[in-house]
C-alpha cells in the first residue's frame, strides 16, 4: 500500500482536536542509525587524540546515559527494581558497553577508524559460532555453517593474510576484534538471564548504561591522568559519540525494533561498516587498500548468510 493510498484513507481530524505529527518513516529512522553508528567510530578516533581512550569510553557513557534519563523522565519510567536485576544488568554493560566500548578506543590509538568499522561487522559471525554452543534452539545449517567461513575468510582479506599482515598492527586489530567479540556474549547473557524481565526496554537500557558509567568511573582515575589541557574538538566529538551514537542510537534502535521487529532493524549492521569506511576516508583522510572494501563485502556476505533462518514448511 502506498503513502498516497494511506493518507486518502485516513479520517479527518475533528475539529478542535489537535493533529498528531505524523512519525518519521522507518526507513528514515534506519538511515539515520545507520549514519550514527557508522560515524561513532570516526568520533571515537577523533576523542583519542585529545583524551586518553578510557576517558573517551567514560565521557561516552556519561552522555550517552544523560539522553537516556532525559527519555525515562519524559515517559516516567523508572530503574530496574531487585537485586537480581541489577546484578544480571552489571554483567550485560561490562559485556555491551564498558568492555567493547574501552577495546575499540584503545585500538583506534593504532589502526585507522575504517579498519575498526569493518571488525565490528564480524559482530553476527561471532554471535553465529557463540550461539551455536549457547543456544540449544539455534541449530546449524549448511548455509549458517558457509556464511560463518565466507565471513571469517573475508576478515582474513581485510587483514591481508596473504601477504603476512604486513603493516597491521597486531594488537589494535585484535582489541578491535574483541569488542565485536563481546557483544554477542553480552547478548547471549541478557537473552539467558533477562529475556522474561517485566521491565521495559528503556528501564533495563537505562540501568545497563548507568552501571556501565559507573564501572569506567571507577577504572578511569586508576589507568588514566587529567589532561593537560582541554583540546575543544576532541571533547565534541565524546560529546556526539556519547549523546548521539549512544543515547539518540539506542531510543532509535529499539524504535524499530518495535515497529518492523529485529531481524529487519539489525540490518543496520551491514551498513555500519560502509559509512565508516566512507567517513575515514573522506574526513580523516584513511588510506584505503583494495582489500578492505572487498574483504569487508565478503564478511557481510557470510554475516547475512549466518542470520538466513529456514524456511517454515
Known amino acids: 500500500m502506498s503513502a498516497s493510498t494511506v493518507s486518502s484513507q485516513t479520517p479527518p481530524v475533528p475539529a478542535g482536536r489537535p493533529r498528531r505529527a505524523r512519525p518519521v518513516h522507518w526507513r528514515v529512522r534506519f538511515a539515520f542509525l545507520s549514519l550514527l ?3 561513532s567510530f570516526l568520533f571515537i578516533k577523533v576523542g583519542t587524540e585529545g583524551f586518553a581512550p578510557f576517558q573517551v569510553t567514560l565521557g561516552r557513557l556519561v552522555f550517552g546515559t544523560a539522553v537516556l534519563a532525559v527519555a525515562m523522565a519524559v515517559k ?37 577508524s575504517t579498519l575498526a568499522g569493518i571488525c565490528n561487522a564480524t559482530s553476527p559471525l561471532w554471535g ?18 558457509a556464511g560463518l567461513g565466507l565471513g571469517f575468510l ?32 553480552g547478548w547471549i547473557y541478557v537473552r ?15 540501568g545497563q548504561l548507568l552501571l556501565a558509567t559507573l564501572q569506567l568511573a ?18 565534541l566529538a565524546i560529546v556526539a559519540l556519547g549523546a ?59 554475516a547475512a548468510l549466518t542470520q538466513a533462518r529456514p524456511k517454515s514448511a
Not at 164 to 182: E, I, K, Q, V, Y
Open 154 to 185: 573475508g576478515v582474513l582479506t581485510v587483514l591481508g593474510a596473504w601477504q603476512g599482515f604486513h603493516g597491521l598492527d597486531a594488537g589494535g586489530t585484535a582489541m578491535a576484534l574483541l569488542a565485536s567479540l563481546s557483544y554477542p556474549v
Open 218 to 235: 571507577v577504572v578511569t582515575p586508576l589507568f588514566t591522568s587529567v589532561p593537560d589541557r582541554l583540546s575543544v574538538v576532541p571533547l
Open 37 to 39: 553508528w557508522g560515524f
Open 128 to 145: 553465529m559460532a557463540l550461539s551455536l554452543v549457547a543456544l540449544s534452539e539455534d541449530r546449524p545449517t549448511r548455509l549458517r555453517v
Open 76 to 112: 516516567r519510567e523508572r530503574l530496574p527494581r531487585g537485586a537480581r536485576a541489577w546484578g544480571h544488568l552489571a554483567v550485560a554493560a561490562f559485556f555491551l558497553n564498558a568492555l567493547p566500548f574501552s577495546l575499540f578506543a584503545y585500538a583506534e590509538l593504532t589502526i585507522p
Open 192 to 206: 539467558r538471564t533477562l529475556a522474561g524481565s517485566t521491565e521495559s526496554h528503556l528501564s533495563l537500557t537505562g
Open 244 to 302: 548521539l551514537g549512544t543515547g539518540v542510537a539506542m531510543l532509535v534502535q529499539y524504535g524499530l525494533v518495535a515497529e518492523v521487529g529485529p531481524t529487519t532493524a539489525q540490518m543496520v549492521t551491514y551498513f555500519i561498516p560502509v559509512i565508516a569506511t566512507a567517513a575515514g576516508v573522506a574526513v580523516l583522510g584513511e588510506h584505503l587498500t583494495w582489500s578492505i572494501p572487498v574483504g569487508a563485502a565478503v564478511v557481510l556476505a557470510g
